[in-house]
């Protein structure tokens, strides 16, 4: 029997490719309800490892390059790519992008509009990342869950692991040393005038932005990255810029409905890349950062690669930390 601390993204995953290795799993955790405390509930969702590479290392599109496969035999994923955009006076942050990033085709004001008529005439040039996904991450957990039970993990909710582990996936709670806290702050808005089905970015000179529809004329808009500990609420600052954002990629934005606000401690290691740390007995899969939706079933295969090297086939170089 291999036990989990941490039903979140990281521990989920993990116990599926646990399962799916042929392992007896029992995962713990002390929410009542499956993402109820997973910082995951906050996140975009994207499986965009090209994108990515804007502000990550090589390594996060070797990780991520069959994340939308992997997902999408768990949970609905959308491929519709991830379209770019910058306003003009930002023009030299989509060169930028451009030389950091690969994947991608430049497009014009007319490529724009055709790929979403909602942003005809709004941007002149763009770059569109076509092999990009993007899921839903509250729906992702909760078919994850079920797909772990499927194959015979037992999910104890509302109850504390045992003193001792196997896998440690609790996030910022886990006691690791050089494990810090990265605040991401994100709004759920709903208009039911604008209509947008890929994943949009838009960049600003500070940081990219990204809106991600949800499907029903909610959109999730997020972006922010705070080197903070704090746990508050969204704070005037985060809400102005990201609806600010949401404005500038299509002013009718200014008339949809802020249904949530919400704001969580991603967990990140000094090169905000995840890996596994062992500690006495138990392993830590940790450190997933931003990239959590698109490296956790490379990281999850190797958990399972490190319980049972005999009976997996991973092709990703292990990253650890004994």
Not at 43 to 72: F, K, Q, S
Not at 91 to 115: C, H, M, N, P, Q
Not at 141 to 152: H, I, S
Not at 265 to 278: C, E, M, S, T, Y
Request: proline letters at 6%.
């Amino acid at each position: 029997m291999i036990t989990i601390a941490g039903a979140g993204l990281a521990g989920l995953t993990s116990a599926l490719e646990l399962a799916r290795a042929g392992a007896e799993v029992r995962v713990y955790d002390t929410c009542p309800e499956i993402g109820e405390g997973s910082v995951s509930r906050f996140a975009g969702g994207m499986l965009a490892p090209w994108c990515e590479r804007e502000n990550a290392e090589e390594e996060v599109i070797t990780l991520g390059a069959r994340a939308a496969d992997w997902w999408a035999d768990i949970t609905p994923v959308t491929r519709r790519g991830t379209l770019v955009i910058a306003p003009a006076r930002d023009a030299a942050e989509l060169t930028r992008f451009a030389r950091r990033t690969s994947g991608y085709r430049e497009v014009d004001a007319a490529d724009i509009g055709s790929l979403e008529p909602a942003l005809a005439g709004r941007f002149s040039r763009g770059l569109f990342f076509e092999a990009e996904a993007h899921l839903d991450p509250r729906r992702a957990l909760r078919d994850l869950a079920g797909a772990a039970q499927a194959q015979g993990v037992e999910i104890i909710l509302g109850a504390k692991a045992p003193g001792h582990i196997d896998l440690d996936c609790t996030g910022i709670q886990a006691p690791l040393s050089d494990l810090r806290p990265v605040r991401g702050e994100m709004a759920m808005l709903h208009s039911a005038e604008i209509t947008i089905s890929r994943t949009i970015r838009l960049l600003h000179p500070r940081i990219p932005l990204y809106l991600v529809p949800r499907g029903g004329g909610l959109y999730m808009i997020g972006g922010t990255m705070i080197e903070s500990s704090s746990e508050r609420a969204v704070t005037l600052r985060s809400l102005s810029e990201l609806l600010g954002a949401a404005f500038t990629i299509h002013p009718g934005f200014a008339e949809a409905s802020v249904m949530e606000t919400g704001a969580g401690l991603r967990p990140a290691f000094p090169d905000n890349l995840p890996r596994l740390h062992q500690s006495g007995d138990t392993i830590h899969l940790n450190g997933l950062y931003r990239h959590g939706f698109l490296l956790a079933p490379a990281m999850a295969t190797q958990v399972a690669k490190h319980f049972f090297p005999e009976r997996t086939n991973a092709n990703h170089s292990e990253r650890t930390n004994a």
